[in-house]
């Protein structure tokens, strides 16, 4: 059987995660999925001034989906709604010290949440 290794930093998120709560009345909220692995992404935002103030995420997945999640919202908090529309999945991998190439589609999920959190503010705010 072949085992996944994850790194020391990755674990570290995954056990620790900071940003696994509920907002209440978020302004945006993305889901993403990956029917393939069964990793399920929810992200929730609140907008201030076109900056993302505050994000959560609810995440049922692997350590890797896991640690992806908290991951992009770490990067993504105090940042310009344009500026963590260009997060990268490279992003992702390099801050939580490489990963599996087989998990590599989760740090992608985490990305998807994001955008389709800000696609939804965005939509809401233009009414």
Same mark, same amino acid.
């Given at each position: 059987m072949n085992q996944l290794k994850y790194s020391k930093k990755l674990m570290k998120y995954f056990k620790n995660p900071k940003f696994i709560k509920n907002i209440k009345n %978020?302004?945006?909220v993305g889901e993403a999925g990956n #029917?393939?692995?069964?990793?399920?992404?929810?992200?929730? #935002? =609140?907008v201030k &001034? &076109? $900056?993302i103030k505050d994000i959560s995420f609810q995440t049922f997945g692997c %350590? @890797? @989906?896991m640690a992806s999640s908290d991951v992009v919202c770490e990067l993504a908090k105090g940042k310009t709604l344009k500026a963590a529309k260009k997060l990268k999945k $490279?992003? #992702?991998i390099k801050k939580l010290g490489g990963m599996p190439p087989i998990k590599i589609h989760c740090s992608v999920l985490g #990305?998807? @949440?994001l955008k389709k959190a800000? =696609? &939804?503010y965005? =939509? =809401?705010s233009k009414k």
């Open positions: %978020p302004d945006g #029917i393939r692995c069964g990793d399920i992404m929810k992200m929730k #935002i =609140k &001034n &076109n $900056e %350590p @890797a @989906a $490279e992003d #992702i #990305i998807q @949440a800000i =696609k &939804n965005e =939509k =809401k």
